[in-house]
T-cell receptor, first 115, second 114 residues
Framework: DGGITQSPKYLFRKEGQNVTLSCEQN?????MYWYRQDPGQGLRLIYY???????QKGDIAEGYSVSREKKESFPLTVTSAQKNPTAFYLC??????????????FGEGSWLTVV | GESVGLHLPTLSVQEGDNSIINCAYS??????FIWYKQESGKGPQFIID?????DKRQGQRVTVLLNKTVKHLSLQIAATQPGDSAVYFC?????????????FGPGTRLSVLP
């Protein structure tokens, strides 16, 4: 099946621990994104990448890190510096070409809870 | 799993009625807009999109209207069904020096009454 796969679906983090959320896409998209979703708020951009080995901070990058070593993969690490990490995390991708009308598609999300 | 959007505005409609969900966008330079449907605990699903050179676009049971003068977008769902119950939100296309980005609205929860 073509699409975006996020894993794990549910993850629990202890205080002071780093955790990594996986995101893989087989859509041959150049651009990939990580969003955080909290109740009552719109999606907030954490990091995004338009090409392999390059990425940019979004609006709420503090306490997070990413890598883009392969076109199909864009893992997100939630570090211990993120003080309020409990949220629903969404990975997305788009063709990323420099033209409008490129739809962004989402994975099924990962729930992260601090215990 | 926990439901996102616990404090969203809610639209309740009777099954079979038409639903209208509204969205105000912020950037007059945005040239592409998308509506998404998000069911509880799942990722958003693409419903329909529209470019800024259009005022209206129709899909299967859904219509999107764009009013650029007041920066307003609406999603109309005809003959609303129980399976339409979800959170709906709009997205506007944005660009920065790095590339394409999107800005998302907070969403509206649609509740279909039997």
């Amino acid at each position: 099946d073509g699409g975006i796969t996020q894993s794990p679906k549910y993850l629990f983090r202890k205080e002071g621990q780093n955790v990594t959320l996986s995101c893989e896409q087989n859509l041959n998209h150049d651009a990939m994104y990580w969003y955080r979703q909290d109740p009552g708020q719109g999606l907030r951009l954490i990091y995004y990448s338009q090409i392999v080995n390059d990425f940019q901070k979004g609006d709420i990058a503090e306490g997070y890190s990413v890598s883009r070593e392969k076109k199909e993969s864009f893992p997100l690490t939630v570090t211990s510096a993120q003080k309020n990490p409990t949220a629903f995390y969404l990975c997305a991708s788009s063709p990323g070409h420099a033209s409008s009308g490129n739809t962004i598609y989402f994975g099924e999300g990962s729930w992260l809870t601090v215990v | 799993g926990e439901s996102v959007g616990l404090h969203l505005p809610t639209l309740s409609v009777q099954e079979g009625d038409n639903s209208i969900i509204n969205c105000a966008y912020s950037n007059s330079a945005s040239d592409y807009f998308i509506w998404y449907k998000q069911e509880s605990g799942k990722g958003p699903q693409f419903i329909i999109d529209i470019r800024s050179n259009m005022d209206k676009r129709q899909g299967q049971r859904v219509t999107v209207l764009l009013n650029k003068t007041v920066k307003h977008l609406s999603l109309q769902i005809a003959a609303t069904q129980p399976g339409d119950s979800a959170v709906y939100f709009c997205a506007e296309n944005g660009w920065d020096n790095y590339g394409q980005n999107f800005v998302f609205g907070p969403g509206t929860r649609l509740s279909v009454l039997p």
